[in-house]
């Protein structure tokens, strides 16, 4: 008899959720090839952060315009009534998470989270007086049945082979929704721990992430899966896990697509993108999706040098043997050698000739048994598309 978690759902999980999931790792290797200045991604994470914390208080009718959350978070101004301190407390809520990195899921998690994200928030002494002592909130408690729902569920998350990092948050995120928890808060609690688990498998993009955004952008979908029935049914018989999973994939594929268009701004002002020709702007379109590859090839294919060379070529679109002399100072001979080998393997071709001849990044790349391997997806797709005869 084969024994079935009761928490391990039991869906389809198509083609297109497991290229969402490529797609990621391959901007992680983008933005390590573009070398986003330090100061650039700090404030890009400090934004994300901005923005997770606007839309997560957005989606649970907390509404505070944007500039007075980047105010709070940043310490511009002091929280002053439920509204604003809701938006210091989800910032609060989100430190404490990154302090449990360590930590496995557990029930202690979702009782703090209570005690940040909504009894911190209603029993603040300064706003009780004799005219709103009614606004206090008195402590709620997790049903027994909550309470081993919420185990059996971390018990299966945490211990989980089969489903990918990415997979595991959705199934996290919709099932904390299924569960009754606390009569507020819902769907903070289910943000923040899916944040948690996507921080700590090392998926949520360096902090980029922004999941919230488009959970308000889709709010009326997501509502639908948002439970308020103390009876609890069972996963299995909501009825709805391929729409949920499906649902959620799809925001984080916007997700990952919006940070990519994101870095593709900041590539271009490096590289000033609106300065050059429109030979040259292919070039530097076709650099940021395929320039990562070179840090994927063996040193036995191309040593130290002939990576660099490619580096500067894909950088300023065009470079002549002379210019290559002077910036690694050696012997023309040897530089004319290293565009020989890459020639040779495809990665450049001749643009011009004599005193005019330059090299530049070969955007047409044709099978070579030793580069094959570190060749673009997009290319070999291409290549390998099969073409239909044409029929009269």
Known sequence: MIIIHKFEPVFAIETKHFDTVRIHDELIKILEFIDLPDNIRSIEQNNSKIIRNYYANAVDHNLVDMRTVKYILNQNIRAKGISERAVEQ??????????????????????????????????????????????????????????????ALFEFINNDTDFHPVHQSWILHFRLLSIPLFSE????????????????????????????????????????????????????????????????????????????????????????????????????????????????????????????????IQNKGFVSTKELVSEFDCNRKTIQRDFVTLTDLNLVRIIGQGAGLRYAVNLNEDRNEVMEKYQADFIKAEQEQIVPEMTE
């Open 90 to 151: 989800y910032s609060k809520a989100e430190s404490w998470l990154d302090s449990q990195m360590e930590e496995p899921l557990n029930v202690n998690m979702i009782l703090h989270l209570q005690k940040l994200l909504i009894n911190e928030v209603y029993n603040n002494s300064e706003d009780i007086n004799l005219f709103n002592a009614g606004f206090a909130k008195i402590p709620e408690r997790l049903s027994m049945a909550s309470e081993m729902d919420l185990e």
């Open 185 to 312: 808060a819902k769907s903070k609690i289910a943000s923040l721990l899916q944040n948690f688990w996507l921080k700590k498998k090392r998926y949520d993009l360096y902090g980029l992430i922004c999941l919230e955004q488009d959970i308000y952008l889709n709010r009326n979908d997501y509502r639908s899966f948002i439970s308020d029935d103390e009876t609890n049914q069972t996963y299995e018989q909501s009825g709805a896990l391929n729409a949920q999973f499906s649902f959620g994939m799809k925001l984080y594929e916007d997700q990952i697509l919006r940070i990519k268009d994101l870095l593709r701004t900041y590539y271009r002002k490096q590289v000033d993108f609106d300065k050059v020709n429109a030979r040259q702007k292919n070039i530097m379109n076709y650099v940021f999706e395929r320039g990562y590859k070179l840090k994927e090839i063996d040193d036995s294919v191309l040593n130290k040098r002939q990576k660099l060379i490619m580096y500067i």
